[in-house]
């Protein structure tokens, strides 16, 4: 008897070791692609939550970049603006207009030129002096210069086979 209780026991414990290992494997399969559907779901949520931030200071930046031109334009047209007032009142038939009716100013009617010393007068006695040495000094070059270039042709001419 103890020989048939031993056959059964083994036909039992055969059947207890193949369904207990493969319940296992097949729930931790399925957590494992739970885990990963959320992970990717997670993902997808992070990735549109950081295109829409992104996109959202895109657009902020563009109408930052609207205004700044729209303030430049107008910049400018005040700009030319002044330029054409800084311009009307320089001219000068608006200043002479002023000096006639504010500040009561005519036109004279004689011209008076006034003569000035000469330069020479200006200079003092020893500028004068410098002056006069150099000058002296530059008369003697060009004539030294015109004796030669004279002695060289007068040569030439006596040589000549003429």
Do not use: C
Not at 35 to 49: H, M, R, T
């Amino acid at each position: 008897m103890v020989l048939a209780e031993k056959r059964q026991s083994l036909r039992h414990s055969h059947l207890w070791t193949q369904t207990r290992p493969l319940s296992r494997p097949r729930a931790r399969l399925k957590a494992v692609v739970y885990i990963k559907i959320v992970g990717v779901i997670l993902f997808g949520f992070a990735f549109g939550l950081f295109y829409i931030y992104k996109h959202s200071q895109v657009a902020a930046i563009g109408y930052q970049i609207e205004s700044t031109k729209q303030s430049i334009a107008a910049l400018q047209r005040e700009n030319k603006r002044l330029e054409l007032m800084v311009a009307e009142l320089q001219s000068p038939e608006r200043v002479e207009e002023i000096a006639r009716s504010k500040l009561g100013m005519k036109e004279p009617a004689d011209v008076v030129l006034a003569a000035l010393p000469a330069e020479a007068s200006l200079l003092s006695e020893s500028e004068e002096a410098e002056s006069k040495e150099a000058q002296l000094e530059q008369d003697k070059e060009r004539a030294n210069a015109l004796t030669r270039v004279a002695e060289q042709l007068i040569g030439r001419a006596e040589a000549s086979p003429r």
